[in-house]
């Protein structure tokens, strides 16, 4: 099997380095989000940081991440991007390191410098390899996204347990060593595609030979290619070609960058006025807070793989305009609802808007990037951040001038024109509408053994080239994977259950209509766990019934007609 450039390609070692790196964003991702929470309390209450200083920090990070991403791009495209994420992460782990022996400003600016470098380098890289087998199978960034979704959740629940037993400095060391382990995984991940050739979308396309025209699915972006027969052009030579700049490349996104900084604008702007609001107006603390956001987390990071199958039958656009509804149906129910409880129902709209959108756009960024995605995911994530500090300024100034339900119908009005914004910016770039569909597995590979009947090969061959939907789990699949999450739960219940944390226990020997109203345990963090079990309860409750009609359904099409 080969690439569109003559390259062999093996299926199999692509997969296992996707799966090393997906790993590697899990155990990195979850640190990074805890530390991003943990760090404005951590300024204050650690090392006597004024609220001055502490916005000086942040802004520390964000400006050298936000400036670092093009260059992150340009390395991923020439550089090996094992090498490059697996930096990354080391320079994650230095932060985290340095936040936990940090004693002044000066040494925490310092660690945040090295965090914000990191951060570009690992996530326009991580980016970049999981692109590579995008072509191939549509699925590889909402694969990314529910790995780092996972990550995320994953990290809150222990750090904030362990928090009041080891201190700040003690979850520090552990994201610090979470973020080594997966500089090692990349390290020793399979080696992908030279630079000089590395196929920004995972199909290898170059442009035919001297012809300088756009390579096939690169959105119109020139891919040089060597004249037939020549040697292919060094890294240096294509990162000076002609049209292969950042700038270049920024220009030819332009339209989904666009789209990109008005959606992180307002979802920045929505979730600091919401965390803003639980603070001052409900009075929760950093881990009654986390709790709030938890459920959202744990729909985004289950819900990204089963919205891409509604992409692949749908179109992207249509998926993109349902999100953004979604997103504003959140913030204006925000503007209706005051207990935490039903905002913390309401952020897995948020959640799952997010995980419809976010990984759309990243394949699109792919795709019309070409055989440049380093370049493509740098200016792709600048624009992200870009709007994220956008959304900072402007929930600050709004929350201070303006009335809460202002706040939310504004930010609700700009998450609803996303439904147009979006869309239109997909139709300017020209890539497809319906993601490429997945080759099959490679089961027609034996197809050439049986030697006896040559003449039906070409029969057999062409059709498993081309495309088909993506198939939906069978009943044995889906019965499994429930089954795995039902174990985790019923694990995680009997824990629980020894501790006297658990609020099914309480369902049965205490008052039955005082527990669903409410139920609780006294001290903070008792309070948190045994709130977070009752949401855990009800989310695998919807699980099951989402999984026992997706398992009818499936039973119902597999079985054979009269």
């Given at each position: ?211 300088g025209a756009p390579a096939p699915g690169t959105g119109g972006v020139l891919a040089p290619a060597p004249a037939s027969g020549g040697p292919v052009p060094d890294a240096a030579a294509r990162g000076n070609a002609p049209g292969t700049g950042i700038a270049a490349i920024g220009r030819r996104l332009r339209p989904m ?226 089954a795995q999450r039902v174990a985790l739960f019923a694990l995680a219940q009997l824990a629980l259950l020894a501790a006297d944390l658990s609020w099914i226990q309480d369902l049965f020997t205490e008052d039955l209509l005082a527990t669903l109203n409410g139920g609780h345990r006294d001290g903070d963090l008792a309070r ?13 409750l919807a699980d099951l019934l989402w999984t026992g009609w997706k398992l009818l359904h499936a039973r119902a099409r597999d079985r054979p007609g009269p």
């Amino acid at each position: 099997m080969t690439t569109d450039t003559g390259q062999p390609t093996d299926s199999g070692r692509g997969r296992r380095r996707e799966r090393a790196t997906l790993l590697a964003a899990t155990l990195t991702n979850g640190p990074n989000e805890l530390l991003d929470f943990l760090l404005p309390l951590w300024a204050g209450a650690a090392i006597g940081l004024s609220a001055t200083e502490t916005g000086i920090l942040l802004a520390v990070e964000l400006a050298l991440s936000l400036l670092a991403r093009p260059l992150a791009g340009v390395l991923a495209d020439t550089r090996d991007r094992r090498r490059v994420a697996a930096a990354g992460a080391a320079l994650y782990a230095a932060s985290a390191a340095g936040y936990a022996v940090a004693t002044g400003p000066l040494s925490a600016c310092l660690a945040a410098a090295l965090g914000g470098i990191g951060g570009a380098l690992l996530w326009v890289t991580i980016s970049a390899i999981v692109s590579e087998r995008l072509a191939e199978d549509s699925a590889v960034f909402p694969r990314l996204f529910a790995a780092q979704e996972t990550g995320s959740w994953a990290a809150f629940v222990p750090g904030l347990a362990l928090l009041p037993g080891i201190d700040y400095a003690g979850v520090f060391l552990l994201c610090s060593a979470a973020c080594l382990v997966a500089a090692v995984l990349l390290l020793r991940a399979p080696a992908g595609p030279p630079p000089a050739a590395a196929p920004g979308t995972g199909t290898g396309a170059a442009a035919p030979a001297g012809d300088g025209a756009p390579a096939p699915g690169t959105g119109g972006v020139l891919a040089p290619a060597p004249a037939s027969g020549g040697p292919v052009p060094d890294a240096a030579a294509r990162g000076n070609a002609p049209g292969t700049g950042i700038a270049a490349i920024g220009r030819r996104l332009r339209p989904m960058l666009l789209a990109v900084a008005l959606t992180m604008t307002a979802e920045a702007t929505l979730s600091l006025l919401l965390l803003l609001h639980l603070q001052r107006e409900h009075d929760l603390d950093a881990l009654n807070i986390a709790l709030v956001f938890l459920p959202g987390a744990i729909a985004m990071s289950l819900a990204a793989e089963p919205l891409h199958r509604y992409a692949v039958r749908f179109g992207r656009s249509r998926v993109l305009a349902a999100a953004a509804l979604s997103g504003a149906a959140f913030a204006t129910g925000l503007a209706l609802v005051p207990h935490p409880y039903a905002i913390a129902a309401l952020w897995i709209l948020s959640g799952l808007s997010w995980a419809a959108v976010m990984p759309i756009q990243q394949a699109v960024i792919a795709e019309a990037s070409g055989p440049h995605t380093g370049r493509g995911m740098g200016v792709y994530e600048s624009a992200g951040l870009f709007g994220a500090l956008v959304g900072a300024l402007a929930a600050g100034w709004l929350y201070d001038r303006a009335d809460w339900t202002v706040c939310c119908l504004l930010a609700a009005a700009v998450l609803a024109s996303g439904a147009v914004i979006s869309p239109a910016a997909l139709r300017r770039l020209g890539v497809s509408d319906l993601p490429p569909a997945p080759s099959p597995a490679p089961a027609p590979e034996p197809a050439p053994t049986p030697q006896p009947e040559p003449a039906p090969q070409p029969d057999t061959a062409t059709p498993t080239r081309e495309p088909e939907p993506e198939p939906e789990p069978g009943p044995r699949a889906l019965a499994r994977a429930l089954a795995q999450r039902v174990a985790l739960f019923a694990l995680a219940q009997l824990a629980l259950l020894a501790a006297d944390l658990s609020w099914i226990q309480d369902l049965f020997t205490e008052d039955l209509l005082a527990t669903l109203n409410g139920g609780h345990r006294d001290g903070d963090l008792a309070r948190w766990i045994y709130g977070a079990g009752k949401i855990w309860t009800y989310l695998v409750l919807a699980d099951l019934l989402w999984t026992g009609w997706k398992l009818l359904h499936a039973r119902a099409r597999d079985r054979p007609g009269p």
